[in-house]
């Protein structure tokens, strides 16, 4: 029989191995990394940049606001690589709005100068 340290130590495991939470948007219901999966292929087709990378996902109003990184430019070392900060908008369904460029970094930097 299993000691009840042993039972929640089994239960907290089971929390953790949770997908993550499923939203409503439209008449679907999607993951968010759906949501951030969209607006990252989206971006690299618009723009023809490679390699985006989902950095964060907010909700405003009727609209989802995904910042993506994307490569903009390659280099070597990779260290100087230029990388593009964009915020891209999708409305209720998933449907890319408009996209903006908020920033640009070497990928070797800590911090971004972001344009609000």
Do not use: C
């Amino acid at each position: 029989m299993l000691s009840e340290r042993a039972k929640r130590s089994i239960n907290n495991s089971k929390i953790m191995t949770k997908q993550s939470p499923k939203i409503k948007i439209g008449s679907t219901t999607m993951e968010i990394k759906d949501i951030i999966e969209k607006a990252k292929t989206a971006l690299a087709d618009l723009t023809g940049f490679k390699t985006p990378r989902g950095i964060g996902a907010k909700k405003a109003g009727k609209e989802w606001i995904v910042r993506v990184e994307i490569t903009e430019k390659s280099s070597i070392p990779e260290a100087m690589d230029v990388l593009g900060i964009y915020d891209v908008h999708l409305d209720d369904e998933g449907n890319v709005l408009n996209y903006e460029r908020k920033g640009l970094k070497k990928r070797g930097d800590t911090e971004a100068r972001i344009e609000e």
